[in-house]
Nanobody, 124 residues
Framework: QVQLVESGGGLVQAGGSLRLSCAASERTFSSYAMGWFRQAPGNDREFVAAISWSGSRTSYADSVKGRFTISRDNAKNTAYLQMNSLKPEDTAVYYC?????????????????WGQGTQVTVSS
């Protein structure tokens, strides 16, 4: 069982930056692809970014491309989401997710483990 704990959320003004972290309990963290998803009130959970186990491959939603960067440090069992140029429409609860695979996925249903979420609020 992989436990994921997100941190780094908060309140920021439009144009600002935040870095989310996702700490994993699993010693074989490097065997897992990681994804970030978000859910705003009244909306479905949506894909934000994903990264392969090695970090060599990444994927982004069009809405965040060029503003957000996903990365990972396998030595620290941690994945990150650097969010720059934040917009009010980025306001949501952000979740990290993990799946044991040698590729990566953009669909939420592909992921087996989820964190509890961290709130990101961007004020205008």
């Amino acid at each position: 069982q992989v436990q994921l704990v997100e941190s780094g959320g908060g309140l920021v003004q439009a144009g600002g930056s935040l870095r989310l972290s996702c700490a994993a309990s699993e010693r074989t963290f490097s065997s897992y692809a990681m994804g970030w998803f978000r859910q705003a009130p009244g909306n479905d959970r949506e894909f934000v970014a994903a990264i392969s186990w090695s970090g060599s491959r990444t994927s982004y939603a069009d809405s965040v491309k060029g503003r957000f960067t996903i990365s990972r440090d396998n030595a620290k069992n941690t994945a990150y989401l650097q969010m720059n140029s934040l917009k009010p429409e980025d306001t949501a609860v952000y979740y990290c997710a993990a799946v044991r695979t040698n590729t990566y996925y953009t669909g939420a249903s592909e992921y087996d483990y989820w964190g509890q979420g961290t709130q990101v609020t961007v004020s205008s």
